[in-house]
């Protein structure tokens, strides 16, 4: 499947705080929509940068909790990895698997449009797996 069909499906909402917005902030907004990342950006379209939770957690073992009351920007992963409507979940699985990361925002002509998990990796994966097993049972038992 295409991302542009997965974002069809799932919308092309994208949560973004801009690099100026405090950690503190950045936490209420994971909570509030229940997510694990978001694209940092300051007007909506351009992509600066992406955080995610284990940014916070790994900058609060290491700097303590001053952290939560510093900007955005000083966290954040600066160099996004991205993708096109064109590409494919398959694609993208072993890129987020070897990367290790598990987010990455769709861009249109440098504009961003939507933003991939491996939560929708994971899903598209199961739906696949399933429709496999129900065709090959049906071909077993001889049904339609
Ligand atoms: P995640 O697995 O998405 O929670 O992110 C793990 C780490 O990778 C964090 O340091 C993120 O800032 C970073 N990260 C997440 N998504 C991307 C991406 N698309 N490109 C580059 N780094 C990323």
New binding site residues.
């Given amino acids: 499947m295409r991302v542009t069909e997965a974002l069809r499906r799932k919308g092309g909402s994208v949560v973004t705080i801009s690099g100026e917005q405090s950690v503190r902030e950045l936490l209420a907004l994971l909570a509030q929509h229940g997510i ?2 978001v694209v940092v950006s300051d007007d909506g379209v351009q992509v600066d940068g ?6 916070v957690v790994r900058r609060l073992h290491s700097d303590g909790d001053g952290v939560l009351d510093g900007p955005v920007a000083q966290i ?2 600066a ?4 993708c096109g409507p064109e590409a494919t979940l398959d694609e993208l699985m072993p890129l987020m698997t070897e990367r ?6 769709v861009l249109v002509d440098a504009r961003l449009t939507g933003i991939v998990s491996i939560g929708d990796v994971v899903k598209h994966r199961i739906a696949e797996v399933q429709a496999e097993r129900d065709q090959l049972t049906a071909y077993i038992s001889g049904g339609p």
Wanted: glycine share 4%; proline share 5%.
């Fill in positions: 694990g990342a992406i955080v995610s939770e284990r940014d954040m992963t160099e996004v990895h991205t290790r990361f598990r987010h990455v925002p």
